[in-house]
DNA sequence: GCAAAAGTGTTTTGCGTACACCCATGC
DNA sequence: GCATGGGTGTACGCAAAACACTTTTGC
């Protein structure tokens, strides 16, 4: 920037040395889909306060980084996974939400595909934990799952954000699943059929289920969106 | 808290101290609602980069300070309006989006009652601007006002929030001619009368407008929601 | 043939939307 | 009496919701 400044990030600092010393993170709930449940990704919180508890993934966001990119980075870093759906959701900044200081935390949720990074998750402290058993989280990390349950809640009828937590070709069983594990009740097969065909997000991929010990159902591929 | 901390502020401090150089702000984009159109209270910005352009009220969150609590004394000190309804938007984290350095901003929205802070204003540089006349702001702040818009026309049909930006008693032109100015487009009287009078916001006062050159029109005040 | 899930249609109901006329008041 | 907005009702279409039977496959 070629201007002067009338208050450099330096003089800035200088007025208001205290306000430094807020910490910034990202938390990211990492949802995926696997045996009809809804799950999400947690790690063993290393803090003595949390021991035993579980707590989501996150890290500090550093000075040179995007607030997305900093959600991001944790993503691929803990996962491998790249090109995955990411989403702010919330940004907590109780007072004492953090036992080790003043830490505001921006919350993010992502929706990957389990089966694609499997490998990845083999020899450390993360593990997939089915969302409805869950009774606590370290911090305040089961307010925040709560806030991003319900802003996915909130979309899912009217963005098609949930392919992302499915294979590439999916049953509409599969999908109606994955509907009421997330909307927490059962809906009505024809009616879901209806309104989701109304939406116009599948295409049709001529196969079937293979190995289902019943009638197998049809394939489905999400159809990318042509308007713009 | 009596146990020991694995990680102290201090050793977090120490570890990750370039963490500390992002400065965190909050922004508010505080509506009100005058002579039919929805405005928003504008300050002249003090950056020489920005020179004559208008931005948001914000200021930078104390160290000892909740987020919500940060707004809350923006927009106390600078209106005098206590009790507002206030809301959490969105956390903007560009790297350039404060020319003085790394500035990341939780956004908030606030309905006021304009007739209720009338007199505060007099001697500084905020005034109050018609939302459907700003062309651009400083920084990323017209970024912000359409994000929290956005948030706002999500609402008002769900929520009944809207009713803190007009006076206890109003006529269903005024709460009308509201709803147009948020959603930008005229809708049908009968309809919107009947879909109001369906949420059961509205309790009759048994009283007419005065000083109308035509028929005065009932007033209604907002009812409380009896549900929690 | 039995179990298990796939696939399909109709009816009812409520809501959104479009649309026109008479009424009360100020001037 | 005229201008201005207040107040009201009906008809249509669509979408949500309730609801049951036949079909296909594996075993």
Redesign the pocket.
Known sequence: MATALQKTIRALRAENSEFFQIALSVDCVILGFEDNELKVLLIKSDLEEYEGQWSLLGDLVRVDEDLDEASYRVLVDRTGLENVYLEQVYTFGQLNRHPAGRVVTTAYFSLVNIRDHELQLSNNELHWHSVKDIQSLAFDHLQILNKCLAQLREKIYEHPVVFNLLPEKF???ELQSLFESIMGQKV????F?K?IF?MKWLEDVNELEQD???????LYRFKEEEQH
């Open positions: 049953s509409l069983r009505d097969r024809r009616n059929r309104k109304l289902v010990p019943h009638r197998p159902g049809k």
